[in-house]
């Protein structure tokens, strides 16, 4: 039983240290491209595990605990999603889809356990958007520039940007 609970932390432990670490979001970076800001704040949920996010069924990064990253939109219709994964992170996400403009910029955030359940209660989500306890709403600007600050950016890039 020991060596199963020692195995099991070792394991976590591994997860989360193999998400990038970058500096500490400071502005909005400057592109031609759309930029979707996706984030999560400094929760306990889900063991502080860390889903891979797709960019239209492409791996293009993970977003820790307390962390963030910026992706490139391509113009049009993109598909946001998150792997459910038996290391770290065992819920089902739905998809966000974001019609992308050139050069605007949307925010969202990996909202889990209790916050995904509150988001349903208050109606900005239908039941079948929300699967299990997990949500990827986007955020209004404002909201979302005060929740990204002191967050760590999950890339080696200055700016958080994955793509």
């Keep these: 039983m020991k060596?199963?609970?020692?195995?099991?932390?070792?394991?976590?432990?591994?997860?989360?240290?193999?998400?990038?670490?970058?500096?500490?979001?400071?502005?909005?970076?400057e592109s031609d491209n759309a930029l979707l800001y996706l984030y999560r704040t400094k929760r306990?949920?889900?063991g502080g595990g860390s889903p891979v996010v797709r960019?239209?069924?492409?791996?293009?990064?993970?977003?820790?605990?307390?962390?963030?990253i910026a992706i490139r939109l391509q113009p049009g219709e993109n598909i946001i999603s998150a792997d459910k994964n038996a290391m770290d992170w065992n819920v089902d996400c739905p998809t966000l889809v974001i019609d992308a403009k050139p050069g605007e910029v949307y925010f969202s955030k990996f909202l889990v356990g209790q916050d995904a359940v509150n988001l349903l209660a208050v109606g900005n989500l239908t039941a079948t958007n929300i699967k299990w306890n997990c949500a990827i709403p986007l955020v209004d600007r404002d909201?979302?520039?005060?929740?990204?600050?002191?967050l760590t950016a999950n890339s080696k890039h200055p700016d958080g940007i994955v793509n």
């Design 3 to 29: 060596r199963t609970v020692l195995l099991v932390s070792a394991l976590l432990l591994a997860s989360c240290a193999s998400v990038e670490q970058g500096s500490t979001f400071g502005s909005v970076a």
């Design 44 to 46: 306990t949920q889900i």
């Design 143 to 150: 909201v979302a520039l005060s929740e990204l600050s002191g």
């Design 55 to 68: 960019l239209n069924s492409d791996a293009v990064g993970k977003v820790a605990n307390g962390g963030y």
